[in-house]
């Protein structure tokens, strides 16, 4: 079955209501799903964090595994993502990179041993402050070729039909005429099966962090309890812009479906237009913000010394966002396809868009570990439930519509359903000082439509130097994926399929890691 991405951009030329549903579906998604969080070496070991603790990593996961440091501990984590996206749009293939380096974790545990020098009863309380970076989407995609078959005006006549503000401004243009026998629909002055250079621009970024503040403690070496608080600051940004370069109608093309047009009348304005090189951009942006809160707890048991168990719950996050989008269309026109020099004024719409505010209450997670020890190494995997289903939309508008915010729910209930997440890694401790590690991290699909998932595979090495200092490094692939960008949508009266491209994603994600033990 194909994935698509539908045009928002268009889809929002007929109904704003359109773009803002797909925030929200956008939102919700970022911010149920977590990929990986912590540190290069939590990440090498596939992201299991439930029966581990000594890790900054343990400030976000399961705060019970901060009972395990017997002395404070200060880390930074590093990342470069590269995104490769390999397009094929009208038999031209483009192969094109995108990097982006960033901060991943940085935190600091202060570790309270107790004033008892023995092994039995509460052996310390310990604090945790991190900030953590718990998904990285930033991506670029771009794709162009030759398009014969239709035109972006085409579409773009679609959207006119029932936008009278729209129609009345789009005919500005001159790239648009009314129909002689029916003037309230419209046809393209742009050749439709001309050949048309057309390219697509995709840029996605934004960040999802969690600062936490978390306290754990050890009692007797074998039961460890912790809690925290974590607060959120997210922001989703998306830009989607559409280039055509083609001709515009002759007289003799334009005649047969308006007899008495203007653009016929040698002298008019109309008339001026035709039979020239025009270059048409269409511009859709959108950027979501938003401040959220949540709480986890957890516990971790050690019946001896070669056995880990561990559980840990996090509270449902709520997140207030406010939602900005911004669509504009301009057209340029030249004497022919290789001048420089615009022979007409410049088109410049009207800038469209909207803001809302919104929450989204994104669900709870519960996970269960285990880790078994070996002398010289160790094996952990945790289990985790996620309830995508109850996801919740609120409408914080004061004059907000009870109705559309029940059907969004409803909407949402079809679209996510809860499953499992599964993360197993291991660790090979080579020398006092050199480590080695792997891990496997497996993402159940939150869609009810389908049940399959995705993975991030991961190796991993570290480090300690004679003065306490470690360092940590980590390579992380994404599953490759294949998917499908609709140009823009054509309606079925133009008899024509719309464009699309293919897109090959493959994402690479290293990481480094910087502590002292003090």
Known sequence: MKKYILPVA???????????????????????????????????????????????????????????????????????????????????????????????????????????????????????????????YNDKVVYSGINSENTLVQSLTDAMFGSPSFTNDFRRSYLVEAFGDNPKEYFPIALEGDPKGQQVDILSGGYKYLSNFSIGANYSHNFYIGAGVGLLAYQNSYSRDVYERGWTKTTEEISPDNPDSPFLRPGSVQNSYTDINYALTDRYSSEST?????????????????????????????????????????????????????????????????????????PWKTAIGLTKFFGRGLISADLEFVGYDNVKYINEAYNANAADEHAINLDLKNIFKSNFNFRAGAEYVFTDRFTGRAGFNYLGSPYEDTSKGSYIGSLGLGYIFPNAMYIDLTAMQYESSTYYDVTYSLDDIWKSPAPEAEIKNSRTNVVMTLGVKF
């Open 10 to 136: 268009f889809l929002t030329l007929l109904s704003v209501q359109s773009a803002f549903g797909q925030s929200i579906f956008d939102d919700a998604k970022i911010l149920s799903l977590d990929e990986s969080n912590g540190t290069a070496r939590f990440k090498a070991l596939g992201g299991v964090n439930t029966s581990l603790g000594g890790d900054i990593s343990s400030i976000s996961g399961n705060p019970a595994g901060l009972g395990f440091f017997g002395q404070s501990d200060a880390s930074i984590s590093f990342n470069m993502l590269n995104n490769n996206n390999k397009t094929s749009f009208y038999g031209q293939n483009q192969n094109k990179n995108f990097a982006k380096f960033g901060v991943d974790n940085a935190g600091v545990v202060l570790a309270f041993p107790t004033a008892y020098n023995q092994d039995v009863g509460w052996q310390n309380f310990n604090i945790g402050l991190s900030v953590n970076r718990q998904n990285n």
């Open 290 to 362: 938003g401040y959220g809160a949540n709480f986890n707890i957890g516990m971790i048991l050690k019946p001896s010394w070669d056995w880990n168990f561990g559980l840990t719950f996090t509270s449902p996050t709520w997140t207030t966002i406010k939602f900005d989008d911004y669509l504009d269309t301009q057209a340029e026109y030249y004497q022919d396809d290789k001048s420089t020099n615009q022979i007409r004024p410049k088109y410049i719409s009207e800038v469209g868009g909207e803001s809302r505010d919104y929450s989204i209450i994104s």
